[in-house]
């Protein structure tokens, strides 16, 4: 054989080779069948297309999705591309993508179908302080099933195992993905479906703090609101929400917060936009949920969206059927007063109804909702919120072209990521239990409060705000220790203050020069150092309980904001009193000028 025709030979297998390989490679088989994202995306020009039905399921391209078994790169959705041949290349397998090792990909799966009849009632757990303990966890959720609860409103914030790029955002205490699997179990057990929540908007103080991301915030000293319209910012939600639903592949709901977003229009970027698209604040905020709300139904079609609706009351009802997001997810009205006006939650549901929602979801408070720094949970001033959501409720007939369709009884743990906690879990059980049995039942009945009584072991009194009895709830312990604390501690400290002996022997005047007679020292001294060893003793006993529920940190905030500076100030008395009681009158220790 000619020596060139061996070398043609050769060369001509290595290239057969060569194709072999990349026909076959992983990446190219992942994204050979890939579709890029149409115009509904936040980058590209352009209206968002209009759609006449609520449930992105009914769309014909989310069941050519599900029967395609679709693998999306999160990454290249809503990309503006420029380059027309490199898209279409793209979309024919001719240009590989580059997978990022640092992210992940998702598969497309429809949304399992609703089987629950009649609107959810669930419980908010609100996961940005003192987030409870798995073992905790496992205790609560069959007594939330047994009260009435249908669901979980389930408030990550930097609770979730974030990883890759997103790490930063962990707490030090966050769930791992093994907890996230036996919550999931947990709630599957006790037939609590979990609703998963993720800012993506507002109150994104877990993110923006971070040097890394503070670029995107809309005002640049708050770390509070996103800049819609930031390079990177949609990028930043889509990496957070793609890490969530994936684990949650059968979620039916998906919370997405977008309340409270402060400043917002305020940036030079959403001032820039809104002059170069003839828009207000109205249509910034509802282009940049409209694109969310788009990412998410990409993956996961049939998908029942929920957004808080505070920031959409300011909006006209033409600025809002303009947009897409009534097509797209659903409002939840929150209201947490004990004196709800029901006509102005009326005039809303009006509003939205005109403004093309087909269905819409309540909020009220069981707990967390009064003061900020609130240590005990006013439990008639919760019953009277459900009261009026009641109300709320039985006037639905009229309004024919919105659906109720469930109520998520709130419970938070602080106002937000930087301020004190309020009213921990435990402190809000007989709350809970009182407002899940007056929606089960439709008042406060006799009924209702019998069923109380049974589940929780104790018996409410509505005007001594507590719940009397030892009571069988995980949690118990706590509850009462907390309420002891709340009613004692300060009391019993200036109470042993008033004492006539201490007031004339023991005043900052005395403590600082020495000067005290031994005798008069004497009158309260073992009354005092008893009061200390009482506290010690039930402060030493709180905290193993309270580190049965929660984790170090909120341990340790909630003893530094509640009990410690008391504590302190007990133990100042008492060693100021054996010490001087130890000098057995002496003359003042005055210091030289």
Known sequence: MDRHKVLRLLVLCLALLAVIKFLYSPSRRRYLNMDIPDSRSFWRKGPAPESDSVDPSDNPEATEQKEGHQIVDHREAGLNYEDKDLVKAQKDGEVELIEDTDEETI????????????????????LKGAAPKVSYLKQIFPLLSSLGADGILLEYEDMFPYKGKLKILRSPFAYSEEDIEEIKNLASLNNLEIIPLVQVFGHLEFVLKHEKYDHLREVDTFPTSLNPVAPGALELIKSMLMQVLKKHPKARWFHIGADEVYGLGQSEDSKHWMEKNNGDVGALYLMHLSAVCNTVTEVRPGIKLLFWDDMLRKFSVPTIRNSSLPTLAFPMIWNYSPNMDVNSVGQLLHQYQDSGFKGVWFASAFKGASDIDQRWTPINARLQNHLGWLKVIESMTEFPSIEYQGIALTGWQRFEHFTVLCEIFPVGIPSLAVCLQTLKHGSFNQEAENDVHQILGCKIQMEANNCEGSGAFAG?????TIQKIHNELQTSIQNIKADHFLRGSLSPYHQKYSFANPRNIGFFINTLKKLLEDWEST??????????????DAVEEWMEENVNEHLNRLRTMVESAEHLNSLKGRPKSLKES
Do not use: N
């Open 476 to 480: 118990a312990e706590v509850y009462h």
């Open 539 to 552: 402060l030493k006993t709180f905290r193993t309980q309270m580190e049965d529920i929660f984790y170090p």
């Open 107 to 126: 598969e497309v799966i429809s949304a399992p179908e609703d089987t629950h009849k009649g609107p959810l009632r669930v419980v908010h757990l609100d």
